[in-house]
């Protein structure tokens, strides 16, 4: 006899819970637990206990962080984690604990319709094994099954697989979604039941196959030089090699003390040239006037090495280190890391594929982290990013998490801006790192 998977409901209260039950349908395969102390580890048993678990999760004011951790566990389960998103949860750490359960793999819905029949299609498709990741079948019969093969044109083909819910109206005019041997009815709206339909096709899609975390093996000696105290911002190069020492890659690039030694280096190159005016304590340094692109030529190069060394002089304050000449790289894709403090969570990274790190991210995730939690948390933040690069971003971030686990206070910033997405993998265009005075004792 084929299980239907539980619900686990989790909730501020008991009522809200009972009205999801009835809203589901499914009252005799709900669990429900009030968010309160223990409330993870009795989740956990439930969620362990089943096959494919849902999990529904209703955000309320100064909710603990440990749902993160259940969404993780229900994913690793093959589980649906269905969030709902109340407007008054968007806001400073109710928005950041969206993006991480996101990220973990929970799916949005607005309304309690959407998150009951997307429950319980869910529950059905669940039991039998069948996953729909790309289409639906919608029989035509009349003017309203146009209007909901209208609400479902983005995940309606011609071509439908044979896993595809068939969606008809019965004899009573009664909207039924069948998946494989099971019926559905269906009493909401065709545009709710197409939200729905959308939703379960985009959880089915963005699974991957699972990946493990390599092992790192860091550069002790780099690591040692460079991370000791006092506290300091380090320079880009100094940067570049500590992340480096994680295996993070660069460009061709190279510092040069003398405009002979930067013209030699960009023949080498097969473009075009960058060059960045390199100083301790050095920030901002684009809209500052510290970067000049697209230079090209033995004049080109010597007239802009001689305008940083003018532009480090007029600045004061101390001496370039040298003039960083670098291959300039052209991507589609171009990414922020930026790792931060959370005064609950800990050290948290931000990723972004806007311009400026000030600007709301596109995802959010908990440090330490696995390959796979960031395999997952790139799919879901870029759907559109193709595997290649979103496999090639996700060990960069992972190498990066690292970096910043492994030095733990002795780290107070961490950036890289811009990370390049390339055929050959993720590069640094440039990066930042900021030394604490903490030391441990080795």
């Known amino acids: 006899m084929e299980q239907v998977p539980h619900a686990i409901i989790v909730s501020p209260d008991a009522r809200t819970s009972r009205y999801l039950s009835a809203c589901i349908g499914q009252d005799e395969n709900c669990k429900s637990v009030t968010a309160t102390k223990d409330f993870e580890k009795k989740v956990t048993v439930f969620i362990n206990a089943d096959e494919h678990p849902v999990l529904i999760i209703v955000p309320f004011e100064n909710m603990p962080f440990e749902v993160v951790h259940l969404c993780r566990t229900c994913s690793e389960k093959a589980g649906l984690t269905l969030l709902w998103a109340r407007e008054s949860n968007q806001r400073g750490d109710g928005w950041l604990l969206l993006k991480l359960l996101q990220n973990a793999g929970a799916t949005v819905c607005e309304t309690l319709d959407s998150l009951a029949l997307t429950a319980r299609l869910f529950q059905v498709s669940a039991s039998q094994n069948i996953r729909f990741s790309s289409v639906a079948q919608v029989a035509v019969q009349n003017a309203v099954m146009a209007h909901l093969s209208d609400a479902i044109t983005d995940v309606t083909d011609e071509n439908a697989n044979k896993n595809a819910p068939q969606i008809k109206m019965n004899k009573s005019a009664q909207l039924v979604a069948t998946i494989g041997k099971k019926s559905v009815p269906v009493t909401s709206s065709p545009s709710v039941l197409g939200d729905a339909l959308t939703k379960l096709c985009g959880h089915f899609s963005k699974q991957r196959p699972k990946v493990a975390s390599p092992e790192i093996t860091?550069?002790?000696?780099?690591?040692?030089?460079?991370?000791?105290?006092?506290?300091?911002?380090?320079?880009?190069?100094?940067?570049?090699?500590?992340?480096?020492?994680?295996?993070?890659?660069?460009?061709?690039?190279?510092?040069?003390?003398?405009?002979s030694k930067a013209v030699r280096f960009a023949k080498s190159l097969d473009g075009p040239a960058t060059l960045?005016?390199?100083?301790?304590?050095?920030?901002?340094?684009?809209?500052?006037?510290?970067?000049?692109?697209?230079?090209?030529?033995?004049?080109?190069?010597?007239?802009?090495?001689?305008?940083?060394?003018?532009?480090?002089?007029?600045?004061?304050?101390?001496?370039?280190?040298?003039?960083?000449?670098?291959?300039?790289?052209?991507?589609?894709?171009?990414?922020?890391?930026?790792?931060?403090?959370?005064?609950?969570?800990?050290?948290?990274?931000?990723?972004?594929?806007?311009?400026?790190?000030?600007?709301?991210?596109?995802?959010?995730?908990?440090?330490?982290?696995?390959l796979q939690n960031c395999v997952d948390a790139i799919c879901r933040a870029f759907p559109e990013m193709p595997e290649p690069a979103s496999n090639a971003l996700a060990n960069a971030m992972f190498r990066f998490g690292a970096m910043c686990t492994h030095l733990g206070e002795q780290v107070g910033l961490a950036q890289i801006h811009p990370l390049a997405i390339t055929p050959a993998g993720a590069l640094m265009l440039d990066a930042v790192v900021g030394i604490t005075d903490y030391y441990p004792e080795r």
């Not at 300091?232 to 003390?257: H, N, V």
Request: aromatic share 6%; glycine share 8%.
């Open 276 to 370: 960045k005016l390199v100083r301790p304590n050095f920030r901002f340094k684009t809209s500052l006037g510290g970067v000049i692109h697209d230079v090209t030529g033995p004049s080109e190069i010597q007239k802009a090495y001689q305008s940083l060394l003018t532009l480090s002089a007029d600045m004061g304050g101390g001496r370039a280190l040298g003039i960083l000449v670098c291959e300039q790289i052209e991507t589609a894709h171009q990414v922020w890391l930026d790792a931060r403090r959370h005064n609950a969570l800990g050290r948290i990274v931000y990723f972004g594929k806007r311009s400026e790190t000030t600007e709301q991210p596109d995802g959010v995730l908990t440090l330490p982290c696995s």
């Open 218 to 259: 860091y550069d002790v000696d780099i690591i040692e030089m460079i991370a000791r105290p006092p506290a300091r911002i380090l320079s880009e190069t100094a940067s570049k090699r500590l992340l480096g020492a994680f295996g993070l890659e660069t460009p061709k690039e190279m510092l040069c003390d003398s405009p």
